[in-house]
């Protein structure tokens, strides 16, 4: 899976546009590299995503196409805040 659309499934950010936009602008970094929206993720990839307030690591459990809303925190555990 691509990771703007998993940072969409999630739910980490609310649109896909908005989180090609993230990849793009180097505010998501893939096992500490800045990757492209077009980069394949895997289970045990640890995620960094830059916001205005500061940074969150996460790391990535399981890789499904849809979740309920409830089942969100079953795709990934957040490791730094």
């Known amino acids: 899976m691509r ?3 998993f940072l969409k499934v999630s739910r980490i950010l609310k649109r896909r546009t908005v989180a090609n936009e993230a990849v793009s602008c ?3 970094k ?3 590299r800045e990757v492209k929206p077009a980069h394949q993720i895997s289970v045990g990839d640890i995620v960094e995503l830059g916001f205005n307030s ?3 690591k996460i ?3 399981q ?3 849809t979740v ?3 089942e969100v925190d079953s795709l ?3 490791i730094e805040e």
């Open 76 to 78: 990934y555990r957040v």
């Open 63 to 65: 890789i499904k196409d």
């Open 3 to 5: 990771i703007d659309k």
């Open 30 to 32: 893939i096992n500490g």
């Open 26 to 28: 180097g505010r998501v």
């Open 59 to 61: 790391e990535i459990l």
């Open 54 to 56: 500061g940074t969150v």
């Open 68 to 70: 309920k809303k409830d």
